[in-house]
């Protein structure tokens, strides 16, 4: 309804996974959402929990052990959804470019909304990401976003969809 | 009239979390959020896609938020204090089940933790139903609030029930129901969009719960019992700041050991 979509922009409850950080951009976020910066004055929680997120906040290369966590989390994130990649190894692999046991970036694995610069990223940076970010959940459509890898399917049981099956794992043969 | 303010009570119950969330920025020292935050959260979740677990689960919540509503209600209506401590034992058991009936370890872990609780503030609740009867002789809240001075002959039970409304608020030292950082909100953790509204609303109608028992303290004054409720809103928000969480064996160590004798020695008092 016409009527709720202003409100998305009002509360971005918000969902930050590690997948294989040196833990410097988390230390930003959680400086970002500490009260010198305060970003709870835009409405956001972060919440830790997938099911009541609405931004995905992602650091790190994704490494091989994360992969399936990462789609896992995504695809048990409600749409509309948005997903911000933080720090320059999220978006392109960083120093860990190019190494055996990472994947260069996540917008390989999950569409990517928003890219955010820097080793690590400033909280200042991650505030106006989740602000523009915010103007791309208000544009989204409730249809059901798919990650581009590990993508099992979406059944229909009854007459409703089930998400049971949406991430698929990794094959023995590729982990590491 | 009674019934417009019955109908409001999750309003009324989300402006005073959206006021207590500005009150604990403030107290930090940050801007912190909109005074209306918690409408627009809700409106937010009615608009996002709903993942159901199965069926029960999801109706258990809106049972829960039906049946403490409830609850509220029959304090707004002015009936046996008694009676709605049990009518909302009814809603924290529909809660807990609801914790119990999915398979996630969290949820499990939860309703564990909610069950703990309950036996922890339960007795308490109780001993401060009896403690007004004593001393007004009558559990209707609508006698309670015609006499006067409960504050002077029960304040060890007055103390005691202010041990117990950071477990009912779920504010620390004694938020371990929730506990965001360990168990993930524990209970609520299955549930999202419209259904989580639900609990989201729970949540309000939990403070009105509590926060009218601390009002009846006031007795016939109204003002009394407004700057009860405003003292000890603005004490408990303080202890969260400034306090971390204690595990579950420690919260109930201390509830028994702290707030239950008290209670008793108050109950003792005013029978010898």
């Known amino acids: 309804m016409k009527f709720f979509i202003p409100f998305r922009k009002k509360s971005p409850w918000i969902l930050h996974y590690n997948a294989g ?19 709870e004055r835009f409405g956001v929680i972060n919440t830790g929990n997938p099911k009541q997120s609405d931004i995905f906040l992602v650091t790190g290369p994704v490494t091989y052990r994360s992969r399936e966590r990462l789609v896992e989390l995504y695809s048990q994130i409600p749409e509309p959804k948005v997903v911000i990649a933080v720090g320059s190894c999220t978006t392109t692999g960083g120093v860990f470019r190019g190494m055996y046991n990472v994947e260069d970036g996540i917008d ?21 990401a989740i602000v523009k970010a915010l103007d791309i959940l208000e544009a989204k459509s409730k249809e059901i ?3 581009f890898k590990l993508f099992g399917a979406i059944e229909t049981i009854g007459n409703k969809l089930s998400r049971l099956n949406m991430a698929k794992k990794v094959e023995l043969h590729e982990k590491n | 009239m009674i019934w417009v303010w019955i109908a409001l ?6 402006l005073v979390y959206g006021g207590e969330r500005v009150l604990r920025a403030r107290m930090q020292r940050r801007l912190g959020p909109p005074f209306l935050q918690p409408f627009y959260d809700m409106f937010k979740l009615l608009d996002k896609r709903t993942l159901i677990v199965h069926a029960p689960h999801a109706l258990l919540a809106v049972a829960h938020f039906f049946a403490l509503w409830f609850s509220v209600a029959a304090i707004f209506l002015g009936w046996n204090l008694l009676y709605i401590v049990f009518l909302h034992l009814i809603a924290q058991m529909l809660l807990i089940l609801a914790g119990y009936s999915v398979r996630s370890a969290y949820s499990h872990l939860g309703a564990n933790r909610e069950l703990l609780m309950l036996v922890a503030y339960e007795p308490i609740l109780i001993l401060v139903a009896v403690g007004l009867y004593l001393v007004s002789g009558s ?11 409960y504050l002077a002959q029960l304040p060890l039970l007055f103390a005691a029930l202010l041990m117990i409304v950071p477990i009912k608020v779920k504010k620390s030292p004694f938020d371990v129901g929730e506990a965001h950082q360990e168990i993930v909100g524990g209970v609520e953790i299955e549930y999202s969009g419209v259904f989580y509204e639900f609990l989201y609303m729970s949540r309000f109608l939990e403070y009105l719960f509590i926060y009218s028992f601390v009002f009846i303290f ?10 009860l409720v405003a003292g000890v809103f603005l004490l408990v928000n303080l202890v969260d700041n400034a306090t971390a ?8 160590k201390i509830i028994y050991m702290a707030a239950m004798p008290l209670a008793v020695l108050n109950l003792v008092w005013i029978l010898l």
């Open chain 2, 9 to 14: 009570a999750p309003i009324l119950g989300g």
């Open chain 2, 245 to 252: 969480r204690v595990r579950t064996p420690q919260m109930i």
């Open chain 2, 218 to 227: 006031g007795g016939e004054s109204v003002w009394l019992g407004a700057v």
């Open chain 1, 145 to 147: 976003e798919k990650p």
């Open chain 1, 21 to 39: 950080s040196c833990n410097g951009c988390d230390i930003e976020i959680l400086a970002a959402l500490g009260p010198k910066f305060d970003l």
């Open chain 2, 139 to 149: 559990f209707e809240i609508t006698g309670m609030i015609q006499k006067g001075n």
């Open chain 1, 108 to 128: 390989r694995y999950i569409p990517v909304d928003v890219y955010v610069p820097g080793c690590a990223s400033t909280p200042q940076l991650i505030i106006d």
